[in-house]
């Protein structure tokens, strides 16, 4: 059964959007894979102002995501891999949203928004790194047809992650 997409919309994120990351992302359950505690507000102002040069030099960025109200309900989108670890050179697709909207498609719509808007630029193909315990975002994976290309222990938290790879 196919369930229809949810209404929702992605944008440049603004310097005001920092604050709601900040606020969303405030919530444990939200941080579990992201070593579980929300970060400084200045992490989230720097994100932000990030994301806009990312859009401006790429073409694509970590979007914000709004629902159909036009609050930020969390970010999605892409941006190229910069640890010095991991699939160097590539561009990793990503999202996270604010516990209150789980479970309702706004990941999967924003990510085959995403998957559209980098196959028009011409990326030739995207990347997933993943928390090896995060069923939900593996299950993203899944629905955007993603494969798993890799197994991984991550240099700081040394828990098992997941690279999964789609070909654009």
């Known amino acids: ?29 939200v941080m579990e894979f992201q070593g579980g505690k929300a970060a400084e507000l200045s992490v989230y102002e720097e994100l932000t102002a990030r994301q806009r040069r990312h859009d ?17 309900v969390g970010f999605t989108g892409a941006q190229p891999w910069e640890r010095p670890w991991g699939p160097a050179g590539e561009i990793e697709i990503g999202w996270r949203l604010g516990r209150a909207h789980w479970g309702h ?6 990510a085959h928004q995403t998957l559209e ?19 939900r975002s593996i299950a993203v994976t899944r629905r955007l047809g993603m494969s798993l290309a890799e197994v991984f222990t991550t ?6 992650g997941h690279c999964y790879r789609l070909d654009l």
């Open 155 to 160: 240099p700081q938290s040394q828990r098992q």
């Open 105 to 110: 498609g706004y990941v999967t719509a924003a």
């Open 1 to 29: 059964m196919n369930r229809a997409l949810p209404e929702m919309r992605l944008r440049v994120p603004t310097h005001e959007d920092a604050f709601a990351w900040h606020r969303i992302f405030a919530d444990p359950d």
């Open 117 to 135: 808007r980098l196959r028009a630029l011409g990326v030739p193909s995207v990347v997933a790194m993943i928390d090896a315990r995060n069923a």
């Open 56 to 72: 401006a030099e790429y073409g694509f960025c970590l979007w914000s995501v709004l629902g159909p109200s036009g609050e930020v």
